[in-house]
């Protein structure tokens, strides 16, 4: 039996939800009448053009729309309606990494964003439908370029900045995105970094990319190619506050991200207008119940999901003020998260677990020294967390006062669906606990579509659309429907499957167990084990390779490389083959790809029919012993041979 915290009853007393009999009546309404449910929310909830007259068509499911017949415009919602009440508050705090702050009133966002938009259109010529890559470091202007698309009917697609120029230029290419939105760099613990010249590398011969706007952050020299390359800072000066919101259907794409999947190219996950920001304002309310005057945090890089839905859309379609960090959460020190809470009096704060495991390990005392009197709630996403990492938050950070929102979700879903309400749900230590309101997730036993027992991994499913779902994966329908509806069915009908696998404990309390599939969870970062490997095959000297993960201290998992070269000779020079492999997986992907271990093996485990055994690779990169039944191997006595390789390794 796992401890259990209550909600703080002070807390609970004014919370959005604050009890679990509000959680069993919205939950019920929910299923007794589902359609009715979201409904009434998105009327609630949603500035409205024109009103939907469908709630929910499954027609030709999994495809699915939601809000049929409705016209709104996300960045009207996230910016315009809230003038009325709140053009001078806060909109988004931003803090750079050298200390420099700037806040950006809601006015001010509605302006900057207008112009952006303007220059985007008259410039640029970007019309609605359009893909329009971002490619930026944390800066407001990011924030404003995605709400300028959403503005005009763009279609966004982020690329996180610290991927390459090959996974860049791939990105550009799958989306045939005509504009590139970038920075010339911006700052890491005090030194100018670059990204324009990652962008250069990524446009190249037959590049669908015609344009590119450089907002110049760190004034370094960069390189202009005349005729595309043109100065943020010098086109908005001109440009008019003005720019009428596009009306957009419900099911209009907003953007596209990129996620790994379990084969070698990743998915252009698709997210659309209606439901994503309904579900974004909603979790908003619900799972970091933010109150007017709070300042609410979130850590994630808007190159991620996470950035996506809880800095940008969910706070500001909720009308909250959302801090935005350029920097290093460990520069200058360990104590950085916690002077900033203590300097904007923030209230919520969102990380995850790699973040809190360093934190703690590099500076376990360091919240004693601040006031952290302020926070309320403490979230984490991206990966299972471990208890003592847990601990450590709830007791030092949070002072036993504020509720943990474990909170469980992906790409896919937009946002939350498995997660503690602060005031309602009884927490424990390293547990997504319940699905929230309207989610119907299970965990269902893959083989039979049952509902798992107590105890047993099963599959972590949702059993009906919601409004947040992915719509598609960019120009590729059957690999929507293959990658999410191909695993599981139950009553006959294929349901979505997420990848992960997780159990009920007694309390039908649910605890993730992690990825079933061969996608890696490296700092929170999803990567597919393919991925890594179609890198290091562009080695000239690898024959073979098999990456799987590795439990990792700070990391969560790490990458582990099983190599077979193609000179009988061996290694000629161990640690360099090790640096030329990582070079290559950093120019094709980026640095969280470079693997933690690399052995280079006479060759790998597999069945007579040639297929790898991923397992036993997996069992041996976790330092365990072989047990399983090595018999079906075309040469069982490989197992022995990387078992000694494995140990004198981390021996
Ligand atoms: C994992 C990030 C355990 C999971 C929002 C999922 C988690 C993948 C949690 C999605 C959590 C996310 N507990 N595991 N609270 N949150 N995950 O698409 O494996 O970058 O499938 O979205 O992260 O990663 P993604």
């Known amino acids: 039996m796992s401890e259990i915290f209550q909600p703080n009853p002070e807390f609970a007393k004014n919370a959005n939800i604050g009890s679990m009999d509000e959680y069993n009546t919205l939950m019920n309404k929910a299923k007794e009448n589902y359609e009715g449910f979201w409904g009434d929310y998105a009327k609630e909830k949603l500035d409205w053009i024109e009103p939907f007259t469908n709630v929910l068509d499954e027609s030709n499911a999994p495809f699915v729309k939601w809000f049929d017949g409705g016209k709104l415009n996300v960045a009207a919602q996230c910016i315009d309606r809230h003038l009325d009440t709140r053009k001078n508050k806060a909109a988004i705090i931003f803090e750079g990494d050298r200390g420099d702050v700037q806040t950006i009133t809601y006015l001010d966002l509605f302006k900057n964003v207008n112009r952006f938009a303007n220059l985007l259109k008259e410039d640029f010529g970007v019309q609605k439908g359009d893909r329009v890559v971002i490619y930026m470091p944390m800066i407001p202007e990011a924030a404003y370029a995605m709400l300028a698309c959403a503005r005009i009917g763009a279609i966004h697609s982020i690329v996180f900045g610290g991927f390459s120029s090959e996974a860049l230029k791939d990105r550009i290419e799958d989306a045939e995105a005509k504009v590139v939105i970038t920075a010339d760099g911006a700052y890491r613990k005090s030194k100018p970094y670059m990204l324009k010249p990652v962008v250069d590398a990524a446009i190249t011969e037959g590049s669908p990319v015609k344009k590119v706007l450089v907002v110049e952050r760190n004034n370094e020299d960069v390189t202009w190619v005349a005729g595309r390359d043109y100065s943020y800072n010098e086109l908005i000066k001109d440009k008019s506050t003005a720019c009428e919101a596009e009306p957009m259907d419900s099911e209009d794409p907003l953007f596209l991200l990129y996620t790994s999947g379990s084969t070698g190219k990743p998915k252009g996950v698709q997210h659309n207008s209606a439901g994503y920001i309904l579900w974004a304002q909603m979790t908003m309310e619900w799972v970091f119940d933010v109150k007017e005057n709070d300042t609410y945090w979130c850590t994630a890089d808007i190159g991620w999901i996470t950035g996506h839905t809880y800095i940008v859309y969910g706070p500001l379609a909720m009308g909250a003020t959302t801090v935005m960090f350029e920097g290093v959460i460990t520069y200058p020190d360990a104590g950085r998260p916690w002077s900033m809470v203590e300097n904007h009096r923030i209230n919520q704060f969102y990380t995850a677990p790699t973040a809190i495991r360093v934190l703690h390990k590099m500076g376990e005392d360091a919240p004693a020294k601040y006031d952290l009197s302020s926070l309320k709630v403490l979230g984490t996403v991206g990966e299972p967390i471990d208890p003592p990492a847990w601990k450590w938050y709830y007791e030092e950070v949070g002072s036993s006062k504020c509720a943990i929102v474990d909170t469980y979700w992906q790409t896919e879903t937009g946002g939350h669906i498995v ?229 004198c390794k981390t021996c």
């Open 419 to 647: 997660s503690p309400l602060p005031g309602a749900t009884p927490i424990k230590p390293a547990c997504a606990t319940l699905p929230l309101p309207g989610i119907m997730a299970e965990i269902l036993d893959p083989a039979t579509g049952e509902v798992s027992e107590v105890g047993e991994t099963g599959y972590m499913c949702i059993t009906k659309p919601w409004p947040a779902q992915i719509r598609g994966v960019w120009g590729d329908e059957e690999r929507y429907k293959k990658s999410y509806f191909g695993d599981v069915v139950k009553d006959g009908k294929p349901v979505y499957f997420t990848g992960d696998g997780a159990r009920y404990d007694e309390d039908g309390y649910i605890t993730i167990t992690g990825r079933t599939d061969d996608v890696i969870n490296v700092s929170g970062h999803r990567m597919g084990t393919a991925e890594v490997e179609a890198a290091i095959k562009k080695h000239s000297n690898v024959a073979e390779v098999a990456v799987v993960g590795k439990p990792h201290d700070l990391k969560g998992e790490g990458i582990f490389a099983y190599i077979v070269l193609k000179s009988d000779d061996g290694v000629a020079d161990e640690v360099e083959e090790v640096k030329a492999i990582n070079t290559i997986i950093k120019k094709e992907i980026g640095n969280i790809a470079v693997c933690d271990d690399m052995i280079f093996a006479p060759g790998l485990p597999k069945t007579r029919s040639g297929k790898i055994m991923r397992r036993i690779l997996r069992t041996l990169a976790k330092g365990e012993e072989v047990t399983q039944d090595i018999s079906t191997l075309e040469d069982p006595s490989i197992v022995a041979t990387l078992t000694s390789m494995v140990n």
